[in-house]
């Protein structure tokens, strides 16, 4: 009798957790439908819910608000739990950048790999021109040393000749040798060919990157601006 009464209990709790996930999944669409009626280009935006009652998170690309149940108001700004001391906001930000970068893919980036161990990676946006990118150029053999494996995207904010030199350096036979003289303020060979310059940008505009140098760590986090190798080599072995 207690088995049968037992097995009851777990048949009405699995039924009723099925029906709130299916009436929570249909809330979502609902609310999704209502964002898009009022704004059409938030038809790729993501909803999900947030640890407080009524309030929705909306992301699409590298951009977090948040949504009231109602869609009447829309909240541009982070969202702190003071229990756990973590910027919410900044962990889905990070989701989406993570997101973004693995649908570029490694492929379409200009990569400098560790002899040895790839301990971690690093996503950096990057100006040929920009001389805080270059600084952190100049230290590429202490990432490598460090374990840290370098992806470079570019992101030529400085006018049409940091374009086209980007391109440049896409099509040049070696692509890593022909940044390190262009980075170094050499002059390159101008090349064409087809390149992912222009995708790029459009990740980097949609990521809200707004200079450079800016790093994306494997969690997602950005840094903006230069960190030196030690100093990033030391963040990463306190995150162990």
């Not at 609902?30 to 993501?46: E, W």
């Not at 790839?118 to 230290?139: A, G, M, S, W």
């Not at 707004?210 to 230069?226: C, F, K, Q």
Request: charged residues 25%.
């Amino acid at each position: 009798m207690m088995n049968l009464l037992m097995k009851l209990a777990l048949s009405v709790a699995l039924l009723l957790s099925g029906t709130a996930i299916a009436g929570e999944a249909e809330d979502l669409k609902a609310l999704k439908d209502a964002l898009v009626t009022q704004l059409p280009a938030a038809k790729n935006a993501i909803i999900k819910t947030t640890p407080v009652a009524g309030l929705y998170e909306v992301s699409d690309g590298g951009q977090v608000m948040y949504m009231t149940k109602d869609t009447r108001y829309i909240i541009n700004g982070d969202l702190f739990d003071l229990k756990t001391h973590k910027n919410l906001t900044e962990t889905a930000r990070g989701g989406e950048r993570t997101k973004e970068l693995n649908k570029l893919g490694e492929s379409n980036m200009l990569v400098y790999k560790p002899k040895g161990e790839t301990k971690h990676t690093i996503t950096v946006f990057t100006d040929i021109y920009c001389p805080y990118c270059r600084k952190l150029h100049d230290e590429m053999d202490q990432y490598l040393a460090a374990g840290i494996k370098v992806r470079y995207v570019f992101l030529p904010f400085k006018g049409e000749k940091s374009f086209n030199d980007s391109v440049s350096v896409w099509c040049a036979k070696d692509r890593n040798k022909a940044l390190d003289d262009a980075k170094a303020g050499k002059t390159i060979e101008a090349k064409t060919c087809v390149n992912p310059i222009a995708q790029h940008q459009a990740v980097g505009m949609k990521l809200g990157v707004n200079g450079t140098p800016a790093i994306v760590l494997e969690s997602g986090e950005l840094l903006p601006g230069y960190v030196p190798a030690d100093k990033l080599a030391a963040q990463f072995a306190a995150m162990k």
